[in-house]
């Protein structure tokens, strides 16, 4: 058990039976009345996002997590091989589970898995990655009507929108959480 004011973000709630996470929180303390704490949280099994409000000191219900450090193996087919550093135990994670995530990993590279009593909740990623860009069509100096960018695919297969003057095979450092093209990758 933990109070509302003890909140962080990516603590894992019990609301309702349901585990949720906190994706941001806020102490409010009005001019007048008393303080609560505002919060938007995230179904760990749906990934719905809703808005709460909770008094302060208010007591919520903690879940205890796992959170382990793991090496992506490869796909079988349908899911996803890790591996525990620790134990060299391998487990199997569902497409549905990694979720968008995929869309950043590679071979061997390592993640956080975390799983309460057992089962696989979510999968995090380093804030940033770096991948190679497999495909991108050349850019053509003074076409400005993208603003300035144009897609390319990376070796994962997922699509960015990157500057015109990047090339194929140039490796570049992208934002995990949001998709978003960071720079250059400096060897």
């Known amino acids: 058990m933990a109070t509302s004011n003890d909140l962080k973000n990516g603590m894992v709630l019990v609301f309702d039976n349901q585990l949720w996470q906190v994706v941001e929180f806020q102490h409010v303390k009005p001019g007048k009345g008393p303080a609560f704490v505002r919060t938007k949280l995230k179904n760990v099994m749906s990934g719905k996002t809703v808005d709460r409000t909770l008094n302060a000191g208010v007591k919520v219900e903690t879940a205890t997590v796992d959170r382990r450090d793991m090496q992506y193996l490869y796909n079988d087919g349908t899911d996803y091989v890790f591996m525990d550093l620790d134990t060299y135990d391998q487990i199997t994670i569902s497409p549905e589970v990694v979720g968008d995530a995929k869309n950043f990993l590679l071979e061997n590279q390592n993640a956080i898995v975390a799983t309460h009593e057992g089962t696989v909740l979510f999968i995090e990623l380093p804030a940033s990655v770096v991948l190679e860009i497999t495909y991108t069509e050349p850019g053509l100096q003074g076409d400005r009507s993208s603003a300035g960018t144009k897609p390319a ?28 093209y960071l720079g250059r990758a400096t060897d």
């Open 153 to 180: 695919t990376l070796e994962t297969g997922h699509e960015i929108q990157v500057p015109l003057f990047l090339n194929e095979h140039t490796k570049v450092k992208v934002d995990t959480r949001t998709g978003d």
